[in-house]
Nanobody, 127 residues
Framework: QVQLVESGGGLVQAGGSLRLSCAAS????????VGWFRQAPGKERECVVA????????YFADFVKGRFTISRDNAKNMVFLQMNSLKPEDSAIYYCAADPTPDPYVVKVVQSEYDYWGQGTQVPVSS
């Protein structure tokens, strides 16, 4: 059974930082394209950051460029989202997603491309 579990969310003040973690079981993240998505109330879920298997290719949404980074720890089977300079408009539920792929370079930014999702972690940013 595949499980993705996000952690690290919580209330933060504008300008602050958070590090979200995504821990996987039943799946090897190093064999997956991985993405972080977010969904704010009343809005569509959107891709924030995505990374290929080999971390050579990444995608950053324009609204997080220069503020968010993504990293992997293959030994721990985890992926991290470092969020700096947070803004109130970053408030959302953040989801980790993974999709096994033979292509080591593909980056996936569309929800439907992902087979596995975590339950989400809430990130409220106060002004």
């Amino acid at each position: 059974q595949v499980q993705l579990v996000e952690s690290g969310g919580g209330l933060v003040q504008a300008g602050g930082s958070l590090r979200l973690s995504c821990a996987a079981s039943g799946i090897t993240l190093s064999r997956c394209a991985v993405g972080w998505f977010r969904q704010a109330p009343g809005k569509e879920r959107e891709c924030v950051v995505a990374i290929s298997r080999t971390i050579s290719n990444t995608y950053f949404a324009d609204f997080v460029k220069g503020r968010f980074t993504i990293s992997r720890d293959n030994a721990k089977n985890m992926v991290f989202l470092q969020m700096n300079s947070l803004k109130p408009e970053d408030s959302a539920i953040y989801y980790c997603a993974a999709d096994p792929t033979p292509d080591p370079y593909v980056v996936k930014v569309v929800q439907s491309e992902y087979d596995y999702w975590g339950q989400g972690t809430q990130v409220p940013v106060s002004s």
